[in-house]
């Protein structure tokens, strides 16, 4: 195995080497020693990354491992690992794996018994978390959304009643769809952050209840820019069953022309609170 106080790579591993999600600055003293002193790097896309390795005058060769030909390579791969070549993976942009290839092949390496090494770095979803200002002690992170509107949706209520901070990855052009239909399955009152452009010059991190955030980034193109996490605060168990000044009051004006228990479902839906409680306090009130 290796010694992690040593910074030479060891014949025969695999280096799962995180790279910037932005900001080249980002690429840690341990990468760039690893990057350097490996056989070969297999990169998600060779053009994109030769920017990077160009950046800190690294010229090792590097070879495109994508989903297209991963299943293809990753044997060959493993049998030059097995052989005693050193091979560090890299994606385009954070932590290799994370909603990017390489699954197949560290898979592999492993049941090979190929010693597989992360060396750690930037990812777009722990930096987002970190400076989010939501619950980070327990969180769940769903990746990118379906791209169809009712497979998306039909996702979003099953996280409906989920009590951890729910990450997501999203592209610019369904930022807006997404948010919205946040919106219209969690309720107006959830709190979410939209994390855009991290590391990068135009870096925001907005936060509101989605009521509030949904208009925010729909009417400023600006916002509908770049790359993005989108962080929503769980469920709170403990509030899930109160009902809230705000959401008795919707629920007043909903009874005077809705049955019971067609207020209480659009005032749980709209609210993002339990539905039976809302329910129970309709009744209470009619
Ligand atoms: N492996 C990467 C990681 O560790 O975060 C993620 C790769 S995934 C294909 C790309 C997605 O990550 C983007 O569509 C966006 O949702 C998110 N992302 C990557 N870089 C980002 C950034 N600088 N700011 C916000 N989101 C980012």
Known sequence: MMDKDRQAPVKGSLYIVATPIGNLAD?????????????????????????LLQHYALQTPMTALHEHNERELAPQLVEQLAAGS??????????????????????????AGV?????????????????????????????????KGAARRHRLEQLHGESRTLIFYESSHRIVESLQDMQAVFGDQRRAVVARELTKQFETLQGDTLAALVPWVTADPN???????VLVQGLEPLNSDAVTPEAEQLLLVLLEELPIKK???LAARIMGLNKRALYDRALQLK
């Open 223 to 229: 916002q509908q820019k770049g790359e993005f996490v």
């Open 27 to 51: 690429l840690s003293a341990r990468a760039i020693e690893v990057l350097g002193a490996v056989d070969r790097i297999v990169a998600e896309d060779t053009r994109h990354s030769r920017r």
């Open 86 to 111: 050193s091979v560090a993976m890299i994606s385009d942009a954070g932590t290799p794996l994370i909603s990017d290839p390489g699954y197949n092949l560290v898979r592999l390496a492993r049941e």
């Open 263 to 265: 207020a209480a479902k």
């Open 115 to 147: 010693p597989v090494v992360p060396v750690p770095g930037p990812c777009a979803l722990i930096c987002a978390l970190s400076a989010s200002g939501l619950p980070t002690d327990r969180f769940i992170f769903e990746g990118f959304l379906p791209a």
